[in-house]
């Protein structure tokens, strides 16, 4: 019998301490910023209607939108997302860019929430680092680069 209660005491220390370590990481990236790679640029042509910026649409004074996909899941699980491109830099297809998350704040009711948002291009689709990017390589060097850099014991 003494047995089986120390069993179950260590049983409950694991679980409070998987719990507790859960708990302790955020799975949040509202207002962080991550670097993608710009799979497509889109205008919204008509409200809520997006199309490719080069399928002949006017796009003059309308902002532009892009899908990027990440080379890792983020904190929250996501591989991809879409931002609002405030400026056009000459981003395409292929770009590496840098975007940072809207902030998850309580929009008001039926206002539409924050949009994320590109805040730098980092590499145009032509150069080393760009290519590089997403590859099995680039990902272990990522992961050995977050490993070193994570303070948990």
């Known amino acids: 019998m003494e047995g089986m209660v120390r069993q179950v005491g260590l049983w409950a ?10 708990c ?32 002949g649409t006017d796009a003059g004074g309308k902002p532009l939108w892009v899908y990027v996909t990440f080379d890792h899941p983020l904190a929250d699980g996501r591989t991809f997302a879409t931002a609002i491109l405030p400026e056009d830099p000459g981003v395409e297809a292929g770009d590496l860019v840098q975007l940072r998350f809207a902030v998850d704040d309580a929009p008001e009711t039926g ?15 032509d150069t080393a680092q760009a290519r590089a990017f997403g590859s099995p390589e680039t990902h272990a060097l990522n992961q050995l680069r977050d490993a070193a850099a994570d303070a948990r014991p």
Not at 13 to 22: F, K
Not at 29 to 39: E, F, L, M, N
Not at 118 to 124: E, P, R, S
């Open 13 to 22: 220390a694991a679980l409070a301490t998987v719990l507790l370590a859960s």
């Open 24 to 55: 302790a990481i955020d799975h949040h990236v509202a207002g962080t910023a991550a670097i993608g790679k710009v799979q497509g640029v889109f205008v919204e042509g008509y409200h809520g209607v997006f199309v490719d910026r080069h399928m």
């Open 111 to 125: 206002s539409p929430p924050a949009p994320n948002q590109v805040v730098a291009l980092i590499a145009k689709h």
